[in-house]
T-cell receptor
Framework: SQQGEEDPQALSIQEGENATMNCSYK?????LQWYRQNSGRGLVHLIL?????REKHSGRLRVTLDTSKKSSSLLITASRAADTASYFC???????????FGEGTQLTVNP | NAGVTQTPKFRVLKTGQSMTLLCAQD?????MYWYRQDPGMGLRLIHY???????AKGEVPDGYNVSRLKKQNFLLGLESAAPSQTSVYFC?????????????FGPGTRLTVL
């Protein structure tokens, strides 16, 4: 079953605007990761946040994690047309080596 | 480094045919994974391997077999393809070390079963 529930399923914004995607999960995690997938390509890792972290930044990306609400959000600031892609959250449980992926958010940034 | 490569990129099969998908990585990663991606369903884990000679079932293993005879290669087999196995298949690998949970993905194999 998919344990990384993502919201919204699709998001369309104008260049320069910020994009926020949310991910919820059900069980305890060791870390939560965000990946990006361009159309017809494999997934590329963006950022990892550990269960004891609350916020992390990487360039124009900001990820937050609220373990009490079992949720995470990915913020892309000052979006560009090149940010158009699908974004997936992936949860790593406290035991094991597997990741469980959400269904993804399709982001479209219009020039 | 080529990273993670997958062969073939595209394939069309008839129901009942068999095939093997090859995944290769040159990063000396211990763990390797096979996923399938279907529209609106994200990625689902088929099988994975925690090291040479070991394999384990994932979320959707039925109809698939795998082998990891060499550390750098992870093969996914379909013995008797079914239309329900039409999907895009991704291989991924990761290094077994603390704090390195990032998975590196191949470009995918698009499989159609008629």
């Amino acid at each position: 079953s998919q344990q990384g529930e993502e919201d919204p399923q699709a998001l369309s914004i104008q260049e320069g605007e910020n994009a926020t995607m949310n991910c919820s999960y059900k069980t305890s995690i060791n870390n939560l990761q965000w990946y990006r997938q361009n159309s017809g390509r494999g997934l590329v890792h963006l950022i990892l946040i550990r269960s004891n972290e609350r916020e992390k930044h990487s360039g124009r990306l900001r990820v937050t994690l609220d373990t009490s609400k079992k949720s995470s959000s990915l913020l892309i600031t000052a979006s560009r047309a090149a940010d158009t892609a699908s974004y997936f959250c992936a949860k790593k449980e406290t035991s094991g080596s597997r990741l469980t992926f959400g269904e993804g958010t399709q982001l479209t940034v219009n020039p | 480094n080529a990273g993670v490569t997958q062969t073939p990129k595209f394939r069309v099969l008839k129901t009942g045919q068999s095939m093997t998908l090859l995944c290769a990585q040159d990063m000396n990663h211990e763990y390797m994974y096979w996923y399938r991606q279907d529209p609106g369903m994200g990625l689902r884990l088929i099988h994975y391997s925690v090291g040479e000679g070991t394999t384990a079932k994932g979320e959707v293993p039925d109809g698939y077999n795998v082998s990891r005879l060499k550390k750098q290669n992870f093969l996914l087999g379909l013995e008797s393809a079914a239309p329900s196995q039409t999907s895009v298949y991704f291989c991924a690998s990761t290094l077994l070390a603390p704090g390195t949970d990032t998975q590196y993905f191949g470009p995918g194999t698009r499989l159609t079963v008629l």
